[in-house]
């Protein structure tokens, strides 16, 4: 059955928020369940590895009937013999062979939460993309549609001076050309909308096709520098990233498959005991019966397997440590990136505003200069451009920094349901970013 809106969520599936496109997409996406189940067997794995530490008993019985016939001399015979017995195996001592299997046990289960953790990150994150996305080629139409009603206005402004005599018909033929323009670009951004949107329905699990809409950002924060310096968001990044933190719980892992193979290459000590009674024909035959052996083994020779056994296990720890390493260095360059990455999106949106306020006196200037017949077609439609230029650009700044922001947050590992995680920023209002 293909996955649904949930009817909590169902009456507002028109008006989604950010932080319903992230319930969605944790609740609908495959590797998030995956990622669960394997997280619950390997709790189940470690709690199986503890018993280890615990006497192993088992109860068993047994019950005979017997008849035979009389034969040379001797009589026939019928009894029923009834049998019960306990039998009890404990390992006291082994040097490490059972610690280690413990301990590789919990390591595993530990990885598994933390990859858990680090793919539920993910998937926060590709919804969150996906989100901004669609959000922003919305408004990007919706500005491209108000530069087509621009352009009709500076059309209606030729074919007005053409008809006063004041313009010629190239004026107009211009200004028409400047209005197919601004519609195709609309045109071309709408199938651009459309496929963004089949983008986010899948990233929430849903089909491409299912009627639903998003909400603007609303009380988003204002673009902001981050108040964190590079430096303590990398050692954060260091401590909190889940994927780096399971990797250290595999190399921990592996440290105990060393422990345990090196167990293997020393004795142990058992103790083994086993405890019955017999019944015959109701009465009791003999009485009770027991019996413990206090066992030790010491490990002589087999091939060199041990011995081999030990050495691949110390290279795989050795090699899960390198992996460490490697990864811290690149959670490093990543926290670094993002980082920056932000930080020139913030420059380039608060660049993008000024542009956007200076294309805008521009292009009221350049209207209402042709209008009086002393500005030249030419100017207005150079204006036009630019103001639909910066209403693009501003967009776009502004939706990369979102973008950006998220992605410094999952970096770090603290990426929540809104994007920004624990990453502050120096202003900590809101706006309303363009629609």
């Known amino acids: ?5 949930p009817p909590e969520l169902l009456a507002k599936a028109q008006t989604l928020q950010l932080v319903d496109v992230v319930d969605l997409a944790l609740r609908n996406n495959p590797e998030t ?3 669960w189940a394997t997280a619950r067997a390997a709790a189940a794995t470690y709690g199986s590895s503890r018993g280890a530490w615990f006497p192993s008993l088992d109860l068993d019985g047994t019950g005979t009937a017997l008849k035979t016939i009389a034969t040379q001399g001797r009589a026939a015979v019928k009894q029923t013999v009834y049998g ?15 610690s280690g299997s413990i301990s590789e046990a919990r390591e595993a289960l530990i990885s598994a939460d933390l990859t ?24 990007l139409l919706g500005a491209q549609q108000t530069a087509v009603e621009e352009a009709r206005v500076t059309l209606a402004a030729a074919e007005e001076r053409h008809r006063v005599g004041l313009a010629t018909i190239a004026d107009v033929l211009q200004a028409k050309t400047a209005l197919s323009q601004a519609q195709l670009d609309a045109q071309t951004t709408s199938g651009t909308l459309a496929t963004a949107r089949g983008a986010l329905a899948a990233s929430m699990g849903l089909p491409a096709n299912l009627p639903y809409d998003v909400d603007s950002l609303r009380r988003m924060p204002n673009v902001a520098l981050v108040a964190d310096s590079v430096d303590s968001l990398i050692a954060r990044g260091i401590v909190d990233r889940p994927d780096l933190a399971a990797l250290r719980a595999d190399a921990r892992g592996a440290a105990a498959r060393v422990t345990q193979a090196r167990g293997a290459r020393l004795p142990s000590l058992a103790v083994n005991g086993t405890g019955g009674v017999t019944y015959l024909a109701g009465r009791s035959a003999g009485g009770p019966n027991y019996s413990v052996t206090l066992g030790l083994n010491i490990p002589l020779f087999n091939g060199f397997s041990r011995e081999y056994n030990q050495q691949a296990a110390e290279a795989a720890a050795e090699a899960s440590r390198a992996r460490v390493r490697s990864m811290e260095q690149q959670v490093i360059f ?5 980082y920056y ?11 993008a505003d000024d542009l956007l306020a200076s294309a805008q006196q521009s292009a009221d200037v350049a209207l209402g200069r042709y209008k ?20 693009a650009q501003q967009i776009g700044s502004r939706y990369t920094w979102f973008l950006a922001l998220a992605q410094l947050a999952h970096d770090v590992g603290s ?15 809101t706006t309303t970013p363009p629609q």
Do not use: C, K
């Open 1 to 5: 059955m293909a996955p649904t809106i």
């Open 33 to 35: 369940q995956v990622a």
């Open 84 to 98: 019960a017995g306990v039998t009890l195996s404990w390992l006291l001592l082994d040097f490490g062979g059972r």
């Open 116 to 139: 858990h953790n680090a793919t539920i990150q993910n998937v926060v994150l590709q919804a969150e993309a996906s989100f901004y996305t669609y959000v922003a080629a919305r408004a």
């Open 334 to 338: 990543e926290v670094f990136r993002s």
């Open 341 to 351: 990455a932000l930080q020139t999106a913030t420059y380039r949106a608060r660049t």
């Open 372 to 391: 009086e017949g002393v500005g030249t077609l030419i100017d207005r439609l150079a204006a036009d451009a630019a103001l639909a230029d910066g209403r």
């Open 415 to 429: 990426l929540g349901a809104t994007g920004f995680g624990g990453v502050r920023l120096a202003d900590s209002t």
